[in-house]
């Protein structure tokens, strides 16, 4: 029934496709008014990336969505980039372009598929139901194909789940296995039951970090949906810029983008503000999926003990014991998660590289790579702070 010829097209802007079709490829299970398993992959967000300008001229992000169509229905899409450096993107690939432009190679641009400034695991070939074989295949040699008609240096695919990672790997890409720290829910009740399974000490030591946070003499919420309000966004605005320019130079993000979050994604997001007298000093943005939270930007006016880890960590694990959430992924690097939950936990990523030799020399990396992240995985998970029956059930 599906093997009908698949045609591919690459648009540069959003606007050029029907909401409900990208929706239909993306977030399928939210067709019944329900949550997005992933919200970063909807068209409300992406869109937002691309209205506020933070993706687009001058970002070095320049949308060439990929598309697949079938008789001219949509049956697939993937959010694909033009990329002019390496920022946003928390696979990193630096050192590659440094080699391949000392032997004589130009790396940028370069073909990305992702979610622009975002660290979490999510399908990036978007495939509608009953077309995944089909629509997968077509648009990962839609990629490369592209790719190479381009006669640009490489193609990258971060952060996608684990069956696409096999698949396309099946398919030529090179696979590449990273890590992140990530907060999984076993049932708990609440936050105690959650402290329950930790040892003594690590449960003695997350106590007092949420009892010095809590002295910072204010009060702390969440708002969210309704709740979320634009003079919120006016502080939080505060507390990004100034993250954002110590951790990238400036901040990723435009101000436009927290304007037409409150419109279209408010009910998709969580922020956690610790207020004094009704002045929002520090705050955390999450994004909520339907299986996981997704803690994603932080940053404060002042500085107070503990207080990021209580809205960045304890607060997220409260809103996914609340919600009956699976899990929380607390964005990019961190060992000092560990102690407060946060178990390693393998990301994949695809990559493919037009010059033969230096694809083979990346190969070799990566296979090196792989082995050193399943020690460091191992190691990390033995220093976590779970007694030692917990550890050997989860795993």
């Not at 979320?228 to 990723?252: M, N, S, V």
């Not at 003990?305 to 690097?333: M, S």
Request: net charge negative; charged share 25%; proline share 4%.
């Amino acid at each position: 029934m599906h093997e009908q010829e698949v045609e591919i097209r690459v648009v540069s802007s959003l606007r050029e496709i029907n909401a409900q079709d990208w929706d239909a490829c993306a977030c399928p299970e939210a067709a019944e008014c329900g949550r997005p398993d992933d919200p970063f992959t909807t068209y409300r967000f992406l869109s937002a990336l691309e209205t506020s300008g933070s993706v687009g001229a001058g970002t070095g992000w320049q949308p060439q969505y990929l598309t697949a169509l079938i008789d001219g229905q949509l049956i697939g899409v993937a959010p694909m980039y033009v990329k002019s450096h390496s920022q946003g993107e928390y696979i990193f690939d630096h050192n590659w372009a440094h080699a391949y432009e000392r032997a004589g190679g130009r790396y940028y641009p370069k073909l990305q598929i992702a979610v622009p400034h975002t660290p979490a695991t999510g399908r990036r070939f978007l495939v509608r139901p009953d077309f995944e074989e089909t629509g997968t295949a077509a648009l990962v040699q839609g990629a490369v194909q592209l790719a190479q008609n381009n006669n640009v240096s490489s193609l990258h695919v971060t952060f996608c789940t684990a069956d696409e990672a096999e698949r396309a790997a099946g398919m030529g890409l090179m696979l590449r296995k990273t890590q992140q720290f990530h907060w999984e829910n076993h049932g708990y009740a609440d936050f105690d039951g959650f402290l329950a399974s930790l040892s003594s000490r690590k449960r003695k030591n997350i106590r007092k970090e949420r009892a010095q946070a809590q002295a910072f003499g204010g009060t702390i919420r969440t708002y969210t949906g309704d709740d979320l309000k634009p003079e919120h966004w006016d502080a939080f605005w505060q507390f990004y810029q100034d993250t954002g320019a110590r951790k990238w130079g400036t901040p990723y993000l435009t101000r436009r983008f927290f304007d037409i979050a409150q419109e279209t994604l408010r009910d998709d997001m969580a922020l956690v503000l610790a207020e004094r007298d009704g002045v929002p000093v520090a705050g955390a943005l999450n994004f909520i999926g339907g299986q996981a939270l997704y803690g994603r930007y932080w940053g404060c006016t002042e500085h107070h003990p503990c207080l990021h880890f209580e809205l960045c960590y304890y607060q997220a694990i409260d809103i996914a014991i609340a919600r009956g959430l699976a899990r929380v992924e607390a964005g990019a690097q961190g060992e000092h998660k560990l102690a407060r939950g946060y178990l390693p936990r393998p990301t994949w990523s695809l990559h493919w590289v037009g010059d033969p030799g230096f694809q083979d020399a990346i190969a070799r990396y990566l296979e090196a790579e792989r082995d050193a992240v399943d020690e460091e995985i191992s190691v990390l998970t033995e220093y976590g702070p779970f007694r030692r029956a917990e550890v050997e059930e989860q795993e």
